[in-house]
């Protein structure tokens, strides 16, 4: 395998549609067609030079007290007695729990109604890269903040997102960042930047580590974010990474940027979550070649990637597990359909292991077969069938918020699953809120099957299990659902009623297959 380019003849519809499952999150079949007739440097142009799509959505609804600064808090805390002041936390805790769960929808609808799906796709990239947490950080503005930050440098120069992501106030706050003082450094930032951000093990000595922990000191979080306060900052001779200096977070950072291993840790992890869960080490050498080449510009990057015979090979095809995320994502793209119940996709997602900021540590999500056990299937089964069938609905969570509101609800703090938390948004999830907007409609096969002449039970299998897996379906498989497609009158009615539910469940199966939960 190798990052060459592949032949003109060589793209077809099949490469197209492993282009959108993998760089942007899926398709349906005209998305597919319209990729075939562009070629695949128009087609992956499409996807990287997204910015000629505009896309502006409604932004998460935060309640307004969640704009108070810590000495506005204090100030109203002043008045209040010690019972007053317990339910005021309270309540701020309950107002952030529901602004983090709107964050959350209002990231689900961005990723799967964007015209510009490898943005999103490349956000989600760096959300589990750079992680942060809301049990740790607390507050739903900040992350809010902080996935807008991935999203203005998703595939843009990697050197600048590092040095704005050593200064976001989320990540100050996760690694300890605000705690970091000359007299006393604190290395939980210093050691992730290099072990899991940039470097990886192997590449830099625990003196390394102390040495940059010294020179991130002094960066602090204030009322208005990152502030510099120069009393706390080392201002000492610093050596690190065989280098010396007064060094600060800045310095830190460009040095671990001329660093080869840098390169060579981006280029596999982009590999991993683009291409295939075991890149050979040529492989990874060429990609890391190519970035350096482009100084860490990510946009020719990609385009290298995503036009190589790599990343088309038959060995890269179906090699990757999809997350929760891909998987609810990626249906509904695939269908071409909007998800209308949004806290229920949500706790489908955190339900399958992926809750959206909050990943289980500093090391993000492991991803791979780790998605996959007995609990998780089912509940992937089910959450593919609900966008299928439709029906599903948040009338549930309105009715639980009310419950909580009369006071009958047990408490919530920001660190709570998705599940017990749902129920927060509710009727109070205020104007705007990606609430309770009704039920999912089922999914309408007819106009494939009009566009695409599918007169048999034949051509219908065939056509969705080509759309709908990235590996051939297996021969016993494809006979099965034949069989079970033509019903007992063996004849196959697309204008029948009941001939168009046993297609929704030939889907739901094919959904259900372990060739489904591949990439």
């Known amino acids: ?34 990729l075939v007739k562009m070629g695949v440097t128009r087609a992956v142009a499409s996807l990287v030079d997204y910015e000629d799509f505009r896309y502006d959505p409604a932004p998460p609804v935060f309640d307004e007290d969640l704009r108070l600064t810590r000495g506005e808090i204090r100030q109203r805390e002043r008045v209040l007695s010690e019972e007053e002041r317990r339910k005021l936390r309270q309540q701020l805790r309950r107002k952030e729990q529901q602004a983090i769960e709107e964050v959350r929808m209002w990231w689900i609808e961005r990723m799967v109604e964007s015209p510009r799906p490898l943005e999103e796709h490349m956000t989600l990239f760096w959300h589990g890269h750079f992680t942060s947490g809301m049990r740790e950080v607390h ?36 690694l300890d960042g605000v705690r970091n003082r000359k007299r006393h450094p604190n290395e939980n930032y210093a050691r992730e930047l290099m072990e899991l951000f940039t470097l990886g093990i192997g590449h830099y000595t625990e003196k390394d580590i102390q040495e940059s922990a010294r020179a991130f000191t002094g960066w602090a979080l204030g009322e208005n974010g990152l502030v510099y306060r120069p009393r706390q900052h080392d201002f000492g001779w610093k050596h690190f990474l065989g280098r010396s200096g007064n060094f600060d977070g800045d310095d830190i950072v460009d040095i671990i940027l001329d660093q080869k291993a840098c390169s060579e840790y981006l280029a596999r992890k982009l590999l991993v979550y683009f291409c295939r869960p075991d890149p050979h080490k040529r492989l990874v050498k060429a990609l890391a070649s190519c970035i350096r080449k482009n100084k860490y510009e990510l946009k020719p990057v990609l385009r290298t990637l995503f036009t190589s ?33 949004l806290a229920s996709a949500e706790q489908a997602i955190s339900g399958m292991g992926q809750q959206l900021f909050q990943p289980p540590n500093v090391k993000g999500w492991d991803g791979g077969t780790k998605w996959i056990d007995t609990g998780s299937l089912f509940n992937r089964y089910n959450s593919v069938a609900a966008l299928i069938y439709g029906g599903a609905d948040d009338a549930r969570f309105s009715r639980r918020y009310r419950v909580m509101r009369r006071g009958k609800g047990r408490r919530l703090d920001t660190g709570q699953t998705a599940g017990g938390a749902m129920g927060m948004m509710g009727a109070g999830g205020g104007a705007g809120s990606r609430l309770g907007r009704g039920k999912q409609p089922p999914f309408d096969p007819r106009p494939w099957i009009e566009r695409y002449h599918l007169a048999d039970a034949e051509a219908v299998v065939d056509f969705l299990s080509q759309h709908l897996l990235a590996v051939p379906l297996a021969a016993d498989k494809r006979a099965a659902l034949i069989v079970y497609l033509r019903g007992q009158e063996q004849a196959f009615d697309p204008a029948d009623r009941e001939t168009l539910g046993r297609v929704r469940r030939v889907m739901h199966l094919l959904c259900s297959t372990p060739e489904y939960q591949l990439n």
């Open 1 to 34: 395998m190798s990052l060459k380019p592949i032949k003109p003849g060589d793209w077809d519809r099949a490469k197209a549609a492993h282009l959108l499952r993998r760089a942007g999150f899926g398709g349906t079949p005209a998305q597919i067609d319209a």
């Open 139 to 174: 507050r739903a503005r900040l992350l809010y903040e902080q996935n807008r930050l991935f999203r203005r440098y998703a595939t843009g120069n990697f050197g600048a997102l590092v040095h704005a992501v050593s200064k976001d106030p989320a990540m100050l706050l996760y």
């Open 309 to 341: 015979r790599a990343f088309y090979a038959p060995s890269a095809r179906g090699t990757l597990v999809k997350s929760p995320v891909e998987l609810i994502v990626g249906t509904a793209r695939s269908l071409g359909i909007k998800i209308v119940p």
